[in-house]
């Protein structure tokens, strides 16, 4: 049985390092789609990966989810929302990518957990321990310095951090599985992503059966890479800690940070380092405070219970 479940956190953690770098090295098929504009690009992989996702339900024949939601419009008004927030994270990104902007979009998912903290605090009246607390404000520190560096706000990275941890807070209401959260926030997105496409292409503008054969296939694609890392984090979340997962989504923006690094040239002044360094160190203390976290919850689980005392009827019977 032990050997069963590391087998089975062994290839949960294969799964994380495989969505997440996916994610990563999404920087690297974006440029391929040119000369697509964001705009139509976003439309495609909408539509596309309503296509991929409804054959993974087939094949699965994992329909069953839908009727009871029907019946729920709360969820099914939460699901919306989360389709309009995913989509906008979705087009800055593909527009900050293919603009030369790729260092600046890892930062907005380094950023992510430090904006997720700061709903949690606002939103849903948690608590924060005292090294959360200093985290975000080095995280804070670190946008005013960014912001210095870049001469603007780095809102290319605060647009993608706060649309997805909004994005993530909808999901957690709707408490619905990634496959099928998935596909519902697909399929409410898929007329808009058609129609739009149909406009570009009565205005002479789309690039979909224009740019050839080749072209028209990266953008059929773009719904399968969409859906293919999502099924290997769902895969990752059944088999290993949340914890891990945590450690592993830091996974994505450091592979985008050295590509747009290496790959794509981007320049680093130094107070755009310093921005960064500072980004780095309230992750890691993040880090640290839930791994110290999970240890003392660990050993409080395997520490023995207390003897039970002799109860007066006991004592006397002896």
């Not at 593909?94 to 260092?103: A, L």
């Not at 129609?195 to 719904?223: C, E, K, N, P, Y």
């Not at 794509?264 to 921005?275: I, K, Y």
């Amino acid at each position: 049985m032990a050997i069963q479940q590391q087998a089975g956190s062994g290839n949960g953690i294969g799964y994380g390092v495989a969505a997440y770098g996916i994610w990563g090295l999404f920087p690297l098929f974006w440029p391929l789609l040119e000369p697509s504009g964001a705009a139509d690009i976003l439309a495609n992989r909408m539509t596309w990966s309503l296509v991929a996702v409804a054959l993974m339900l087939l094949i699965q024949r994992r329909w069953a989810w839908i009727r009871p939601l029907l019946a729920q419009p709360r969820r099914l008004a939460l699901s919306v929302l989360a389709a309009l927030t995913i989509s906008v994270n979705w087009g800055v990104y593909i527009w900050g990518v293919n603009s030369g902007h790729v260092v600046e979009t890892s930062l907005g998912y380094f950023i992510n957990p430090l904006v997720t903290i700061a709903f949690g605090v606002l939103l849903l009246r948690e608590r924060l321990r005292t090294a959360q607390w200093v985290a975000v404000g080095v995280g804070v520190a670190a946008v005013v310095v960014l912001t210095v560096g870049y001469g603007r706000l780095p809102w290319i990275a605060l647009t993608l951090a706060f649309s997805f941890g909004t994005y993530g807070l909808l999901k957690k209401k709707v408490a619905l599985g990634g496959l099928e959260s998935f596909a519902l926030e697909s399929a409410v997105m898929f007329p808009f992503a058609v129609g739009f496409l149909i406009w570009l292409a009565v205005r002479g503008q789309g690039s979909f059966l224009v740019a050839g054969w080749g072209h028209s296939g990266l953008l059929m694609l773009s719904g399968v890479i969409t859906a293919i890392p999502l099924l290997c984090f769902g895969a990752a979340a059944l088999r290993v800690p949340l914890s891990t997962l945590g450690l592993l989504q830091y996974l994505a923006p450091v592979l985008q940070f050295l590509l747009g690094i290496t790959v794509f040239h981007e320049q680093m002044p130094p107070a755009r380092w310093a921005g960064f360094a500072l980004v780095w160190v309230a992750l890691l203390m993040l880090s640290w405070d839930a791994l110290r976290r999970l240890r003392q919850n660990r050993a409080a689980a395997l520490a023995p219970l207390p003897a039970v005392a002799d109860t007066p009827q006991r004592a006397l019977s002896g």
